[in-house]
Each structure stands twice: as structure tokens, then as C-alpha cells.
Nanobody, 124 residues
Framework: QVQLVESGGGLVQAGGSLRLSCAAS????????MGWFRQAPGKEREFVAG????????YIADSGKGRFTISRDNNKNTMYLQMNSVRPEDTAVYYC?????????????????WGQGTQVTVSS
């Protein structure tokens, strides 16, 4: 089993950058498809980005295309989300998650392990 801990959230001005990290414990991280999700107050949890086990396949949701980059370092058991040109609408709690299967997907119910989340607040 893998356990996940997010870090790197905080308050940032619009147009700025932030890098989120997801540290994983357990020996299976390097074999897991991973994803980032976010949830704003009063809204559904939504997919932000996903990455396959090797890092060779990534997918960024339309909301983050051209601004967000997902990556992973299996030697460090860590996944990252680089957020550039952030906007007030990026304000949310960001969660990392491990997928049940072998392909990058965007559906919440296909991820079975979640971190506790890290708050990102973008001021205008």
C-alpha cells in the first residue's frame, strides 16, 4: 500500500508560480499511476493532471494546459505539480491520489488512495 502526503501549498498572487509535492511511502509508488485533483468550496472534486508509472505519459486537464506540469521522481517516491501563471480560479485544496489501474484516467472513483490535501489560494 502507498500513503501520500502533499506539501507546497500556500498563498500566491495571480500570475505567480507554485510547486506542489506529493511524497509517497511504501514500495509500490513507482508502479502506480498518479494524479492531482482539486476541490474548491462548494464544488465537486475535479481532475487536474495525471502521470503514468514511468512519467512518460502525462495528461493535463484543459483548465491547466499551458500552465501546469506534472512530473515524478520514482527514486525519491515523489510526484510534483508545477503551477505557473496561476489564477484566482485555481484556488482550491489540491489532492494527490494513486490510481487503481494501469492507465491515466480523470475519474475520481478510479483512484483509491488519497492524501490529506494542501490549500492553494491565489489572490487577485
Amino acid at each position: 500500500q502507498v500513503q501520500l502526503v502533499e506539501s507546497g501549498g500556500g498563498l500566491v498572487q495571480a500570475g505567480g508560480s507554485l510547486r506542489l509535492s506529493c511524497a509517497a511511502s511504501g514500495r509500490t509508488f513507482s508502479r502506480r499511476v498518479m494524479g492531482w485533483f482539486r476541490q474548491a468550496p462548494g464544488k465537486e472534486r475535479e481532475f487536474v493532471a495525471g502521470i503514468n508509472w514511468s512519467g512518460g505519459t502525462t495528461y493535463i486537464a484543459d483548465s491547466g494546459k499551458g500552465r501546469f506540469t506534472i512530473s515524478r521522481d520514482n527514486n525519491k517516491n515523489t510526484m510534483y505539480l508545477q503551477m505557473n501563471s496561476v489564477r484566482p480560479e485555481d484556488t482550491a485544496v489540491y489532492y494527490c491520489a494513486a490510481n487503481k489501474g494501469l492507465s491515466v484516467t480523470s475519474y475520481v472513483n478510479e483512484y483509491d488512495t488519497w492524501g490529506q490535501g494542501t490549500q492553494v489560494t491565489v489572490s487577485s
